[in-house]
């Protein structure tokens, strides 16, 4: 009989601005992202080499981004995953906000 891996857990984990995909436990991912004027803007996600393949990063995204769209803010995609992921769900279209040249400054002077 063969034992079945539990579904991937996604968790927000606030204090440290990121979500989180868990496999069994262990960390498999993450997205990272600084919030600004009602805006969530990713700029980073990975998926660890180890755990490649499985399609974790759009499990993971799609969580992030229901959640996101749950608490009532926009999305802001400088991350190059999340913005290739929103050009295939357009579901997200009506709460996406374009990068500008400012908020990559902003993140960039690292200002809260």
């Not at 993971?60 to 190059?80: K, M, N, Q, Y």
Request: charged share 25%; hydrophobic share 40%; with cysteine.
């Amino acid at each position: 009989m063969t034992q079945n891996a539990a579904a991937p857990v996604v968790q927000h984990i606030g204090e440290r601005h990121r979500y989180a995909i868990l496999v069994d436990g262990a960390t498999a991912g993450f997205t990272v992202y600084r919030d600004r004027d009602g805006q969530r803007v990713f700029y980073h996600t990975e998926i660890d080499d180890a755990f490649a393949g499985r399609g974790l990063a759009s499990v993971l995204v799609t969580e992030a981004l229901d959640d996101v769209r749950d608490s009532g803010l926009r999305i802001v995609p400088v991350c190059p995953y999340v913005a290739k992921y929103l050009k295939k769900h357009e579901e997200f279209a009506g709460i996406t906000d374009p990068v500008t040249p400012e908020i990559l400054q902003w993140l960039k002077d690292g200002r809260p």
